[in-house]
């Protein structure tokens, strides 16, 4: 687990409790897929990745691979933050 993960988890676990969700959320928890995070919370997101690690996420980077679970989106920080 890399240090942006579990900033991420929790950010998660906290919008799908919100939106009523009582799901566990791990690091290879398929975000889509599940239906975990509805279109305002995948905005807010990608609003808090931006703020709390201080990257930019461009429009042609989003897609499914990049929501595809917590530990995707750590990942995609990191090379972020690397590059």
């Keep these: 687990m890399n ?4 900033p991420i988890l ?7 409790a919100e939106a009523g969700g ?3 959320v791990a690091r290879d928890t398929p975000l889509l897929e599940t239906g975990m995070l509805d279109s305002i919370n995948l905005v807010r997101l990608i609003q808090f990745i931006e703020e709390r690690f201080g990257i ?3 429009d042609s980077d989003f897609g499914p691979d990049l929501f595809e679970s917590p530990a995707s989106l750590a990942a995609y920080v990191e090379r972020r933050k690397q590059g």
């Design 22 to 24: 009582g799901a566990m």
């Design 10 to 16: 929790d950010f998660v676990a906290g919008a799908a």
């Design 3 to 6: 240090s942006y993960e579990q």
């Design 56 to 58: 930019s996420v461009p």
